[in-house]
């Protein structure tokens, strides 16, 4: 079994910056694949970005390539996504999932989740 707790979230202005992470329990972390998803108000969980892993291979979602960078810190059992330049539209909560295969976009391949850290950008 697996545990993950996502923190970092909170409330920031168009432009600015945040970091979350992701802290993995249960498990030694570097046999995790992790995501990162997102789900606005009424909508689909969207993938984010992806890390193998080994950490040396990441992807993103189009919407946030090169503004987001994921990264992972094994031997604190914690993934990062650090977030620049961020939008309104970039506002939903942030889950981190860990999925047994590297590659995946789709949130139905990730079987453990956390529960989620509120992002809010204001304009």
């Known amino acids: 079994q697996v545990q993950l707790v996502e923190a970092g979230g909170g409330l920031v202005q168009a432009g600015g910056s945040l970091r979350l992470s992701c802290t993995a329990s249960g498990r030694a972390f570097s046999g995790y694949n992790m995501a990162w998803f997102r789900q606005a108000p009424g909508k689909e969980r969207d993938f984010v970005g992806g890390?193998?892993?080994?950490?040396?291979?990441?992807f993103y979602a189009d919407s946030v390539k090169g503004r987001f960078t994921i990264s992972t810190d094994n031997a604190k059992n914690t993934v990062y996504l650090q977030m620049n330049s961020l939008s309104p539209g970039d506002t939903a909560v942030y889950y981190c999932a860990v999925a047994g295969a590297f590659g995946s976009r789709s949130s139905t391949d990730y079987g453990f989740w956390g529960q989620g850290t509120q992002v809010t950008v204001s304009s």
């Open positions: 890390i193998s892993c080994s950490g040396s291979s990441t």
